[in-house]
């Protein structure tokens, strides 16, 4: 599996959700029927810069080699994030948005559970 195309798919939908959470924390909240104000903002706000920087960390290393236990922490912290998430969009999907984005996360989880637990160069 190119790896360096995952990680760049990775970067591109946890930059998305990431600069939307922390530049428009109200307008998400309002969407998903949540409090728009006070403490419910500052999380919304906390988590975009959350997946900023997990966006950076993948940027940064979408170069090297991962997979078997190369760049092993990382791959299992991807995995974990798209897998958790993804099983939580799905048990609140309640549109095609929600179901759309527990897909996408869906993917994504797999695909770095694959790289995580397989061997970075083929067999001769």
């Given at each position: 599996?190119?790896?360096?195309?995952l990680?760049?798919?990775s970067?591109?939908?946890?930059?998305t959700?990431?600069?939307?959470?922390?530049f428009?924390?109200?307008?998400?909240?309002?969407?998903?029927?949540?409090?728009?104000e006070?403490m419910?903002?500052?999380?919304?706000?906390?988590?975009?810069?959350?997946?900023?920087?997990?966006?950076?960390?993948?940027?940064?290393?979408?170069?090297?080699?991962?997979?078997?236990?190369?760049?092993?922490?990382?791959?299992?912290?991807?995995f974990?994030?798209?897998?958790?998430?993804?099983?939580?969009?799905?048990?609140a999907?309640?549109?095609?948005?929600?179901?759309?984005?527990?897909?996408?996360?869906?993917?994504l989880?797999?695909?770095?559970?694959?790289?995580?637990?397989?061997?970075?160069?083929?067999?001769?």
């Amino acid at each position: 599996m190119n790896t360096k195309v995952l990680m760049v798919l990775s970067v591109v939908y946890l930059a998305t959700q990431g600069i939307v959470l922390t530049f428009l924390p109200q307008e998400v909240n309002t969407y998903f029927n949540i409090n728009s104000e006070g403490m419910a903002v500052l999380i919304s706000q906390t988590l975009g810069a959350a997946l900023l920087a997990f966006a950076l960390l993948n940027w940064m290393t979408r170069s090297n080699i991962l997979g078997g236990i190369y760049g092993k922490p990382l791959m299992m912290a991807n995995f974990l994030f798209f897998f958790a998430s993804g099983m939580s969009y799905l048990k609140a999907a309640d549109n095609s948005f929600t179901w759309s984005i527990a897909g996408i996360s869906m993917l994504l989880g797999f695909s770095f559970g694959y790289v995580a637990f397989t061997h970075p160069f083929k067999e001769k």
